[in-house]
């Protein structure tokens, strides 16, 4: 059984930062191809943020690039999503979710997802 669970969000003003970080067990997380999603009450679960199996390929939703960071750490089976210059837009829940391609472009190409965990940007 494959299990991620998020940490790290929390309420931060306009400006901040968040490192928001997924640990995952129950398998070799160097298989899985990661991502960071989120969804905004009332809208549909977007990507944020996702990087290949290997850690070589990542990509970032337009209104991140610059902003955000995804990384990865083998070594403690942790997947990271820095976000700095954080924006009241930015609020949502945050999911990480993992997929078995080696690289995984849309929700539901990947299999595993985290609970979630709530990140809010205050004006």
């Known amino acids: 059984q494959v299990q991620l669970v998020e940490s790290g969000g929390g309420l931060v003003q306009a400006g901040g930062s968040l490192r928001l970080s997924c640990v995952v067990s129950g398998r070799t997380f160097s298989s899985y191809a990661m991502g960071w999603f989120r969804q905004a009450p009332g809208k549909e679960r977007e990507s944020v943020a996702r990087m290949s199996r290997s850690g070589g390929t990542t990509y970032y939703a337009d209104d991140v690039k610059g902003r955000f960071t995804i990384s990865r750490d083998n070594a403690k089976n942790t997947v990271y999503l820095q976000m700095n210059s954080l924006k009241p837009e930015d609020t949502a829940v945050y999911y990480c979710?993992?997929?078995?391609?080696?690289?995984?472009?849309?929700?539901?190409?990947?299999?595993?997802w985290g609970q979630g965990t709530q990140v809010t940007v205050s004006s």
């Open positions: 979710a993992a997929s078995s391609r080696v690289v995984a472009d849309v929700k539901w190409e990947f299999n595993y």
